[in-house]
């Protein structure tokens, strides 16, 4: 077991519908009492509002910072009681028992059915991290369901010259293919200054089929 944090920031993302883009609307961080503190992302807003984001319930002020928010948005974190709870830890590579809630939320996602929002870590990079996710870009991709299997080894290439966004990280198949892109925010533990001489590997964890690949979480290792 490790006492490193996994992450100190996480980011919240927000989209229309899946297939949309992302837009990352504000940042959770942790503080040093052990919650957290929210606050919107004004600058990066804007655009997300032409497209139907509107302030969560919760956080109804964009220009404030909410304080002592981590039990409230635990409040997202899988059932204690769930009879399936160590396995969906263990999906997410959660499983470890010195990760506190925050950490929790950073590697789960904090995802519930059908939402429009993710909690996306900006990663503590370290040798030893594991963190799963599943990558953007498979609407538009239209791949075939043979076209990687589970535990398949992938490769990346950091897309520096991207036009939509300098920090995407593209992730390839054994062939080459191209099969997806690391999400926003997540992609920043693959620069060059981050790893800092680390060395990353991606494995397919899972494939979700429907006809085609239509999602692929990926488990990404730093040694």
């Keep these: 077991?490790?006492?490193?944090?996994?992450?100190?920031?996480?980011?919240?993302?927000w989209r229309r519908a899946a297939g949309e883009r992302r837009f990352i609307v504000g940042v959770f961080q942790r503080?040093?009492?052990?919650?957290?503190?929210?606050?919107?992302?004004v600058d990066n807003i804007r655009k997300?509002?032409?497209?139907?984001?509107?302030?969560?319930?919760?956080?109804p002020n964009?220009?404030?910072?909410?304080?002592?928010?981590?039990?409230?948005i635990s409040r997202r974190l899988v059932d204690p009681e769930r009879s399936d709870r160590i396995d969906y830890l263990k999906f997410w590579a959660a499983n470890d028992d010195d990760h506190d809630a925050f950490d929790l939320i950073a590697l789960t996602q904090a995802w519930l059915t059908n939402d429009r929002y993710e909690f996306l870590a900006d990663f503590n990079v370290h040798s030893g991290l594991t963190f799963i996710t599943d990558l953007a870009g498979q609407t538009h991709l239209n791949l075939g369901k043979?076209?990687?299997?589970?535990?398949?080894g992938l490769t990346f290439e950091n897309e520096t010259d991207n036009e939509f966004d300098p920090e995407a990280v593209a992730v390839l198949s054994g062939t080459g293919r191209k099969v997806g892109y690391i999400k926003k925010v997540h992609c920043r533990a693959f620069s060059p200054e981050v790893?800092?001489?680390l060395t990353p590997t991606i494995t397919v964890h899972k494939r979700e089929m429907n006809g085609k690949l239509r999602r692929l979480f990926v488990k990404c290792s730093f040694s």
């Design 1 to 13: 077991m490790s006492s490193q944090k996994i992450a100190d920031r996480i980011f919240l993302s």
């Design 31 to 41: 503080t040093n009492d052990g919650s957290a503190t929210f606050n919107y992302l």
């Design 48 to 59: 997300a509002f032409e497209t139907g984001f509107r302030p969560m319930t919760a956080f």
């Design 62 to 72: 964009l220009e404030e910072r909410y304080q002592n928010v981590l039990p409230l």
């Design 146 to 152: 043979d076209e990687v299997k589970e535990n398949d």
């Design 195 to 197: 790893l800092n001489g």
